[in-house]
Nanobody, 123 residues
């Protein structure tokens, strides 16, 4: 297994964009999660190795997009039209379980985690 490392966080104004990166060489499922003070960790987006299954949380649907580079070494989370409520510490994580359409994995299904990258949306 490899250690996951997130990057790309920062301070951005509402309506702006950021792209987060996560190093991941091998996985069955990779997910992005976020957590802000006083809230529990929540699911943001995920993708399977093939890339044909990419579920999103309702709160980010249409604004965020998960993808990976051609070498399959990095997974990205493109975040557009950012809102103050998107402010959180963002984590990437991988699971040995397979993702299925209409059957999202649970938080406990992800066993490898990065240390997180902070995203702050403020004017």
């Amino acid at each position: 297994q490899v250690q996951l490392v997130e990057s790309g966080g920062g301070l951005v104004r509402p309506g702006g964009s950021l792209r987060l990166s996560c190093t991941a060489l091998d996985f069955n499922t990779l997910g992005w999660f976020r957590q802000s003070p006083g809230k529990e960790r929540e699911f943001v987006a995920a993708m399977n190795w093939r890339g044909d299954i990419r579920p999103y949380a309702d709160s980010v649907q249409g604004r965020f997009k998960i993808s990976r580079n051609s070498a399959k070494t990095t997974v990205y989370l493109q975040m557009n039209d950012l809102k103050p409520e998107d402010t959180a510490l963002y984590y990437c994580a991988t699971s040995t379980r397979f993702l299925q359409r209409g059957q999202p994995l649970g938080l406990k299904d992800y066993t490898s985690w990065g240390q997180g990258t902070q995203v702050t949306v403020s004017s």
